[in-house]
């Protein structure tokens, strides 16, 4: 998929999260957790010295290509669950410091991380290269199982259907709690 499906995607999951499980968390938390959600959804591509972030970040390119390697290849590693759970479990460790500094909940922080995360392996199991999901056991799964069934990366059906679709259910979200973002936005941002 491309970078702003999974933008949106990583956003979606974080958002019908929300609303089941975080009853309510400060505005810091929101914009934070928000920030690692997306950062979340954007980091299996980092194995691609190309990738987006790569090319923000100040020497992103030489530290992309230094990564590239060790990481295998393109959807290797970083698009399994050992790659996640790398990924976790490094975070478990560092995000605690950030929260000496940061005065967010770091626990919703590290979940709403997990979650973009995820939902990028969602999203790229349904496109015809499919994701490595049991690595190191070399087979790429995908849904539905028979490649010439899904989708093109960049294709039609994922700017015309999935992206506008991700696009009116966080719509449908949004207006079904409005009332959660006025609670919020009133409670901290407008004092």
Known sequence: MTGRTHDLTAFTFLITAAYVTIPHITLATTVTALAA???GGIAPDLDQPTARLWNRLPAG?????IIHPLLGSHRLISHSLFGMSLIG?????LLPQLGTVL???MNVVWWA?????????VVDTITKEGVPWLFPIPIRLGI???KFLRLTTGGMIEKGIIFPGLLIFDGYLVYQHYHRFVVLFTQHVLK
Do not use: E, K, N, Q
């Open 89 to 93: 479990l490094g975070l478990l460790f």
């Open 37 to 39: 959600a997306m950062l």
């Open 103 to 105: 005065l967010v909940d």
């Open 61 to 65: 390119s030489i530290i992309g290509r």
């Open 144 to 146: 539905p199982p028979f």
């Open 113 to 121: 991380f997990m979650l973009g995360y995820l939902s990028h392996l």
